[in-house]
T-cell receptor, first 117, second 114 residues
């Protein structure tokens, strides 16, 4: 158990709809990252938040948005869903303040599997 | 885009044998990490090697890094059926508090037969 909790585990929805994925990071971790895993694109970095502020952005579509709340949990909002958005969405967390060899290690949740029909 | 390319794409071995996976990347890095993923599950961090390190060990894992060739290898010794999983290399090319913006390779699917 990584300590990162993601809900829901599975989600089936229709094209054009909007969904929200939720992530609770490990206790004490200030950074939250979202990744998308699909068969054709592999694992892609979407976005990072650090202590409530957006810190880095990757291949995140304009239809997608995220935020990190004061209690450090994060939500990824996916709107106007398309078939191609079907994927496994992972949240990961880390504590950038970790010293030495642990800095940079990410702890991943079990993912939210989104199926768009 | 994928920074890392892994080789082989799939590897099938018998229990007790060693498994070697290779990863190549394109840009300068802060560190390179290896993760494991059981089918449909979350990724689990295995080992991190910094750009100024050449070799690192953790249990049955040995990682090497050659920054001049922009390549890394992961060796799993005395493999077990429980090692069956996908293995990903990931590079961290960011500095400061942007650690974690990892670029993953496509992964190597390892199957260890009992």
């Amino acid at each position: 158990d990584s300590g990162v909790t993601q809900t829901p585990k599975h989600l089936i929805t229709a094209t054009g709809q909007r969904v929200t994925l939720r992530c609770s990071p490990r206790s004490g971790d200030l950074s939250v990252y979202w990744y998308q895993q699909s068969l054709d694109q592999g694992l892609q970095f979407l976005i990072q938040y650090y202590n409530g502020e957006e810190r880095a952005k990757g291949n995140i579509l304009e239809r997608f948005s995220a935020q990190q709340f004061p209690d450090l949990h994060s939500e990824l909002n996916l709107s106007s869903l398309e078939l191609g958005d079907s994927a496994l969405y992972f949240c990961a967390s880390s504590h950038p303040g970790l010293a030495g060899g642990r800095a940079g290690e990410l702890f991943f949740g079990e993912g939210s599997r989104l199926t768009v029909l | 885009s994928q920074q890392g390319e892994e080789d082989p794409q799939a590897l099938s071995i018998q229990e007790g044998e060693n498994a070697t996976m290779n990863c190549s990347y394109k840009t300068s890095i802060n560190n390179l990490q290896w993760y494991r993923q059981n089918s449909g599950r979350g990724l689990v961090h295995l080992i991190l090697i910094r750009s100024n390190e050449r070799e690192k060990h953790s249990g049955r894992l040995r990682v090497t890094l050659d920054t001049s060739k922009k390549s890394s290898s992961l060796l799993i010794t005395a493999s077990r059926a429980a090692d069956t999983a996908s293995y990903f290399c990931a590079t961290d090319a960011e500095r400061g508090t942007s650690y974690g913006k990892l670029t993953f390779g496509q992964g190597t699917i390892l199957t260890v037969h009992p």
